[in-house]
């Protein structure tokens, strides 16, 4: 008798003759790339593209082995249908779909600690309100830092970390110090990785904060709405250039702390929509390796000026004039990224998925981001504390008096998880960019006064089911922009 | 019975037999319309659904462009049907997927075959 091998085996050892319908589908859902294409999605993300009209085929049983080989070949191979009723390799799908729900192993990574509401700019899309005076009732007060300090290591999370925001947080530097300080040590005490990023418009940095930072290895995240024109028309600082204040902020922190610890984040406004090209192009000459197109939130003083609001739709054409600008770049051999579509991107063409809060599924709120507002209030995202200033206490999980368990399992928790899985959301269950995308309450909440929002009538469904379309619209057409594409999502040692 | 698809004073109207239109994929697909029109689901006799749009903004929607969204809608119901299909079709193997997912390894099974040693590590 011969042995059982598990190595390849001759075809002689395959069944070729097959009845129409021999085969079995797998989860997978389809959507019309558009006239011409189809792209069928599988539970784990892989896809293909095909002529419209073969998914209705498929179903149909109409794909046969022999006269379809390569289509056959790759329906099976991509798991989209299967000889058997179970494949047999249903566990190495549950592998990969473990593998794409991987940030579910970990809990809360991120914890905001609100360090100051006060702030020394005036923008008038700002997302929080801004006060300039009281410290004592507008900074986080020491024993307050404790007690978040305290929840935060209750995160079985082995990599925490920490992120100042304001208002303006370099106003209670002192604070921070404090703040790191502590930490440091407990995480030390604890064996945990802590990462600590400072969040600053950068006009009151100075050699002796990054000198601090560079001790305690703190990353600074910086706001860059584009050049000089654009920046200090959003940006509007008393008697100041903004922008003046963010390039010198920039250069000296890049000189200090070394070019990759600076990170910079823009906001489109409606100025910045006739702009694409000149912002991007502000990015790539101050030397950073990409860009990340944000539209902006609709939350706090955006909501409330005309000079923020604009359509989804303008967003949408905003941002495709800009990603080909960044590929005009990538054209001529530079290394520049658009850093929404490499999110994306990550979870269309690779196994994993990414850390970023709001495109998970569940939704990254708690589970991968908590709030500490200035007052002692915990918040659910950062969008959260941003509805509390409008006196929106939606979402609220208590304050920092609170047990770890009543915060993050409490009812209120318990009540925003029933809707945060867009698995299971109307109009989400069957897309097929499911596994692409995410679920927002809270920017449902924002929008469309519920959390289960409308999908029909998102802008976040808008912009993220058109950009996802788009860019692999994209890669379907062009095999030099799938190459570019493919190249950003590598890992970079 | 047959009835033919029409358009009568700016509203569109389909007609779907029961017998090959589920009732979930009607609903799922007048959701994705529930934005910009009034929708509606009735039954035309026993056997055939009637599913009508009407633009809440008709000013925007001349003969034309009724036309085209008389052939969207059409369309349009054909892929939610065949969507609900699949998803019917693999119910049983997606809570499968799920649950082995995220279970610690109490629903695995050995792989088919046998792992052949011919370098001889197992001793």
């Known amino acids: 008798m011969t042995k059982k ?39 784990v993300g892989d896809y293909l593209t095909l002529p419209n009209g073969t998914v209705e085929k498929i179903i149909k049983r109409e794909i046969n082995k022999i006269k379809d080989t390569d289509l056959y070949g790759d329906l099976i191979s991509n798991f989209f249908i299967s000889e058997e009723v179970i494949s047999p390799l249903i566990d190495v799908l549950a592998t990969r779909y473990r593998t794409k729900k991987l940030f579910l192993n970990y809990f809360t990574g991120l914890h905001i600690f609100v360090i100051s509401l006060r702030c020394e700019h005036t923008c008038h899309y700002c997302q929080v309100s801004r006060v300039t005076q009281n410290k004592d009732l507008y900074d986080m007060s020491l024993l307050n830092i404790d007690k978040g300090i305290d929840i935060m290591f209750k995160s079985p999370n082995p990599h925490i970390t920490m992120e100042f925001q304001g208002g303006e947080a370099l106003l209670a530097f002192d604070n921070i110090k404090y703040a790191v300080e502590k930490a440091e040590k407990i995480a030390q005490e604890k064996g945990k990785i802590l990462s600590k990023v400072i969040c600053t418009n950068l006009a009151l940095i100075n050699e002796d904060i990054l000198e601090y930072c560079k001790e305690h290895d703190i990353l600074i ?72 197109i944000r539209n902006i939130s609709p939350y706090g003083f955006a909501l409330r000026s005309d000079k923020s609001k604009y359509e989804t739709e303008k967003f949408l054409d905003f941002y495709k004039k800009a990603l080909h600008r960044v590929l005009d770049y990538n054209f001529k051999g530079h290394f520049f990224t658009e850093d929404l579509a490499r999110i994306f991107l990550s979870k269309i063409l690779t196994p994993f998925n990414v850390g970023f809060v709001d495109l998970q599924s569940p939704a990254g709120l708690i589970n991968g981001v908590i709030v500490f507002n200035y007052d002692g209030s915990v918040y659910a995202t950062d969008e959260s504390r941003m509805l509390a200033e409008q006196k929106d206490y939606t979402f609220k999980l208590g304050t920092l008096d609170d047990d770890y368990d009543d915060l993050f399992f409490g009812e209120k928790s318990q009540e925003i998880t029933e809707i945060w899985a867009n698995e299971g959301l109307n109009g989400c269950s069957e897309c097929a960019f ?55 999502v590598k890992v970079r040692s | 019975m047959y009835k033919k698809n029409e358009i009568i004073d700016g509203e569109v109207i389909v007609y779907a037999d029961s017998k090959l239109y589920s009732k979930d994929s009607l609903f799922k697909c007048m959701y994705w319309y529930g934005g910009k029109f009034h929708t509606n689901i009735s039954m035309y006799d026993k056997s055939t659904y009637r599913i009508s749009i009407k633009p809440v903004n008709d000013i925007e ?11 969207q809608l059409e369309r349009d119901l ?23 997912a995220f279970s610690n390894g109490e629903f695995d099974e050995n792989p088919p075959g046998e792992i052949s040693d011919p370098i001889g590590f197992i001793p």
């Open chain 1, 221 to 292: 995240s910086t706001s860059l709405d584009g050049p000089k024109f654009i920046h200090d028309k959003n940006r509007n600082k008393p008697n100041a250039s903004s922008y003046d204040l963010a390039i010198n902020g920039i250069n000296l922190s890049r000189e200090k702390l070394g070019f990759e610890n600076v990170s910079a984040l823009m906001t489109t406004t409606k100025l910045s929509l006739d702009y694409p090209t000149e912002i991007v192009d502000e990015y790539f000459n101050l030397g950073f390796k990409g860009i990340f």
């Open chain 2, 61 to 71: 929607y001349n003969s034309e462009k009724l036309k085209q969204l008389l052939f």
């Open chain 2, 78 to 100: 054909i892929d939610f049907n065949l969507r609900d299909i699949v998803t019917k079709e693999t119910q049983n193997l997606r809570d499968l997927l799920v649950a082995k």
């Open chain 1, 5 to 43: 091998t598990r190595k390849f085996r001759d075809i002689s050892n395959f069944n070729l003759q097959q009845n129409e319908n021999e085969y079995y589908l797998l989860p997978f859902k389809f959507h019309r790339l558009n006239n011409d294409k189809e792209i069928i999605v599988n539970e």
């Open chain 1, 434 to 488: 499911q596994q692409y995308c995410g679920a927002d309450p809270v920017h449902n909440y924002a929008t469309q006064g519920n959390m289960y929002g409308h999908r029909p009538t998102s802008d976040f469904c808008q912009k993220n089911m058109e950009i996802i379309r788009y860019l692999l619209e994209l890669m379907e057409n062009n095999e030099d922009i799938k190459k570019i594409f493919q190249g950003w």
